[in-house]
Every structure is written in structure tokens, then in C-alpha cells.
């Protein structure tokens, strides 16, 4: 398994924005699709955006949409979620987990998941 680390979450005003980093000390990073969840209180985790190994292709549902940029950085073993425009309702723990290369929004090891970064969305 690849064992990720979220980061960069926070608290930020309605409009505003936040990069959240998601990183490995591990190896095989470049190897996996990747995808970001989150977790709103009380609600089950759901997947918000994926990107494949190479970097060449994106997936977003569209909740996000037009909004969050996902990318990543394979030599620094690293990836990013943009979120712009955020709104209260995108408050929520967000996780990054590999994912299956051709179901993007299910993620490898279902029962595997890091820490999670805490983002909160104030109105």
C-alpha cells in the first residue's frame, strides 16, 4: 500500500481559497491514479476528484467543478487540490487515497485511509 499525508487544511471565508498537499515519503507514488474525498459531518465519504499517474487527465464531480484544480507533481511525490470560490458547504475532512486507473472515483484500499486535513468554510 501507499501510505499518503494530507495537508494545508484550515479555516477560510466563503469566496475564498486553499491548497491542500498530499504527499508519500514511500515509493510507487508515480505508479497510481490519485483522488481526493472528503467527509462532511454526518455524512458518508465521497469522492470529489481524481487524476491518473502521469498527470495527463482529471476527473471531477460536479460539486467542484469550474472550482478546484487537482495536479501533481510526481518527482516531489506530491499532489494538490486548488479550491477556489469555496462555499460552507465544502466544509469537510479531505482525504487523498490511490485510486483504480479506470474507476477514478473508487479508491484502491477502501478501508485505508490517512488523517485527513480538516477544512472549514465559514459564511
Known amino acids: 500500500q501507499v501510505q499518503l499525508v494530507e495537508s494545508g487544511g484550515g479555516l477560510v471565508q466563503a469566496g475564498g481559497s486553499l491548497r491542500l498537499s498530499c504527499t508519500t515519503s514511500?515509493?510507487?507514488?508515480?505508479?497510481?491514479?490519485l483522488g481526493w474525498f472528503l467527509q462532511a459531518p454526518g455524512k458518508d465519504r465521497e469522492w470529489i476528484a481524481s487524476i491518473t499517474a502521469s498527470g495527463d487527465s482529471m476527473n471531477f464531480a460536479v460539486s467542484v467543478k469550474g472550482r478546484f484544480i487537482i495536479s501533481r507533481d510526481n518527482a516531489a511525490n506530491t499532489m494538490y487540490l486548488r479550491m477556489s470560490s469555496l462555499k460552507p458547504e465544502d466544509t469537510a475532512v479531505y482525504y487523498c487515497a490511490p485510486v483504480q486507473a479506470y474507476s477514478v472515483n473508487t479508491p484502491v484500499w477502501p478501508n485505508s485511509w490517512g488523517q485527513g486535513t480538516q477544512v472549514t468554510v465559514s459564511s
Open positions: 514511500g515509493g510507487a507514488f508515480s505508479r497510481y491514479a
